[in-house]
């Protein structure tokens, strides 16, 4: 199966850039839609973005669209998310996961990493 595992979480201001990474090892990784996805403390697992397999579709939750960009590299096997203009909401642990389809439906995604903690601050 696919292992999945996040890096480049951390501390940043309010205002500040953050870019995630998601590397992934196990068969066929450019076959799988990825997403991002987010859990503040006491809240529900949201959705962030996604693309597809090969990079060429995208989706955007409303939280995301227009700071966060998603992007993918096959051959390096990492799906990336840069993150600008961050803001004290913003403050969760990301995850990322591996779908067949491109989705924004959590329950589509089969594997999903640890998770890496975004903390900004005001």
């Known amino acids: 199966q696919v292992h999945l595992v996040e890096s480049g979480g951390g501390l940043v201001q309010a205002g500040g850039s953050l870019r995630l990474s998601c590397a992934a090892s196990?068969?066929?990784?450019?076959?799988?839609?990825m997403g991002w996805f987010r859990q503040a403390p006491g809240k529900a697992r949201e959705f962030v973005t996604a693309i597809s397999w090969n990079g060429a579709a995208t989706y955007y939750g409303d939280s995301g669209e227009g700071r966060f960009l998603i992007s993918r590299d096959n051959a390096k096997n990492t799906v990336y998310l840069q993150m600008n203009s961050l803001k004290p909401e913003d403050t969760a642990i990301y995850y990322c996961a591996a779908s067949q389809t491109l989705d924004y439906s959590e329950s589509e995604y089969v594997y999903w990493g640890q998770g890496t903690q975004v903390t900004v601050s005001s």
């Open positions: 196990g068969p066929s990784f450019d076959s799988y839609a």
